[in-house]
Antibody, heavy 121, light 110 residues
């Protein structure tokens, strides 16, 4: 069974930074496109960012462009999200999700359990 | 405002069949695969349907997906109390170069 485990969430002040991690020890990690999706309290799902298997393609939602940076380390089977200039509206549970070759190919995806980020003074 | 449009709520009684719709455009549903997720309170989304109409192993065949043009639907037959949850549709959007989700439909099993 594929297992994705997020970590790094917590309480941070507005304007601060946080780095999220997603570990995928049992996954053929280098074959998967990786994604971050967030869910604000009581709200729906919002896509944040995607990185292709070899990091050749990176995409961001407009709401985080210029503030968040997605990266991955295939050797360590890990995905990261560096979040800078955090705002109250970034408060959410952040999920990582894995899909082979990107969503254009329509394969099933796998999700972690999420990590909570709270931006508040 | 979500790029994909879903009705905020739906309801049915046990044993009934309900359909949840998802409306998009030519840059997302019209040209890319649709996914459906079920989310119970306090838990991560669970994949129900991928590639428009495929079920992962373990998902009952009571759940089915379809797509026509720029719209998609999730049908749940033989409704059960445990189906009481939020349901989200999703697709890749070529114009936005990103994934888009519907706003979610809260299904209440009466």
């Amino acid at each position: 069974e594929v297992q994705l485990v997020e970590s790094g969430g917590g309480l941070v002040k507005p304007g601060g930074s946080l780095r999220l991690s997603c570990a995928a020890p049992g996954l053929n990690f280098s074959s998967y496109s990786m994604n971050w999706v967030r869910q604000a309290p009581g709200k729906g799902l919002e896509w944040v960012s995607s990185v292709s298997s070899s990091s050749s393609y990176i995409y961001y939602a407009d709401s985080v462009k210029g503030r968040f940076t997605i990266s991955r380390d295939n050797a360590k089977h890990s995905l990261f999200l560096q979040m800078d200039s955090l705002r109250a509206e970034d408060t959410a549970v952040y999920y990582c999700a894995a899909v082979t070759d990107g969503y254009n190919f329509g394969d099933p995806d796998y999700w972690g359990q999420g990590t909570l980020v709270t931006v508040s003074s | 405002q979500s790029v994909l449009t879903q009705s905020p709520s739906a309801s049915g009684t046990p044993g009934q069949r309900v359909t949840i719709s998802c409306s998009g455009s030519s840059s997302n549903i019209g040209v890319n695969y649709v996914y459906w997720y079920q989310q119970l309170p306090g838990t991560a989304p669970k994949l129900l349907i991928y590639r428009n109409n495929q079920r992962p192993s373990g998902v009952p065949d009571r759940f089915s997906g379809s797509k026509s043009g720029t719209s998609a639907s999730l049908a749940i037959s033989g409704l059960r109390s445990e189906d009481d949850a939020y349901y989200y549709c999703a697709a890749w959007d070529d114009s936005l170069s990103g994934r888009v989700f519907g706003g979610g439909t809260k299904l209440t099993v009466l």
